[in-house]
Structure formats: structure tokens, C-alpha cells
């Protein structure tokens, strides 16, 4: 069993930082790629952010030059540094990450439970 527990959400005007923070947990050997996506009310859920074991990142075009995302492999830990929040950035962020479990051939997806960013203008 394997979870992610997301922490960092919250409210903040426009133009405002926040740092959300997601930690896996459980019968882990390895962790490929770590991610952010969001989705907001009647919209599907959209890729925000990826990071990949060696450390190379995308983002989605809207987010460019204000998010960043890292990781930290020895936590188990990907962050995701929120600056310059615009009210359209409102929306609850999931967390996901690419897990190979001890003794597993395969890797499987692992979602966390959502953490809810409100931007007001």
C-alpha cells in the first residue's frame, strides 16, 4: 500500500506564494515520475507540473515562469512552488507519482486526495 498525503493548500490573493508539498508513503522501492495536476469545478483534471527520478521538469504553458516544481528523493517529497497566483490558478491540486513496490515487475499510479488552492482577485 502506498500514499500520498498533500499539505500546503489554502486561500490567497492574487499576486500571492504558496508551497504545496506531497509525501509518499508505504512499501516503496522506487519512485519515477512525480507530479502536480489540477482540476477546477466542471473542468477535467490538467497537468500543472512533472518531475521526472533525475530531476527533469515540464509545465503546462499557463503556469510557465511562476510555478516550480522539485523533489526531494530522500523524502519521498515533491514540492510545488506557487508564485504570482492569478484567480484562474483556483482549483484543487492533486499530487501523483510513478511507484515500483519491492518485489513488483511494474510500476503503478498513485493519486493523492487533492489539496484546494483559492486564488481571490
Known amino acids: 500500500q502506498v500514499q500520498l498525503v498533500e499539505s500546503g493548500g489554502g486561500l490567497v490573493q492574487a499576486g500571492g506564494s504558496l508551497r504545496l508539498s506531497c509525501e509518499a508513503s508505504g512499501n516503496i522501492f522506487s519512485i519515477n515520475a512525480m507530479g502536480w495536476y489540477r482540476q477546477a469545478p466542471g473542468k477535467q483534471r490538467d497537468v500543472v507540473a512533472t518531475?521526472?527520478?533525475?530531476?527533469?521538469?515540464n509545465y503546462a504553458d499557463s503556469v510557465k515562469g511562476r510555478f516550480t516544481i522539485s523533489r526531494d528523493n530522500a523524502k519521498n517529497t515533491v514540492y510545488l512552488q506557487m508564485n504570482s497566483l492569478e484567480p484562474e490558478d483556483t482549483a484543487l491540486y492533486y499530487c501523483?507519482?510513478?511507484?515500483?513496490?519491492?518485489?513488483?515487475?511494474?510500476?503503478?499510479?498513485?493519486w493523492g486526495q487533492g489539496t484546494q488552492v483559492t486564488v481571490s482577485s
Open positions: 518531475v521526472t527520478s533525475g530531476g527533469a521538469t
Open positions: 501523483n507519482a510513478n511507484i515500483k513496490h519491492y518485489g513488483s515487475t511494474y510500476n503503478f499510479n498513485y
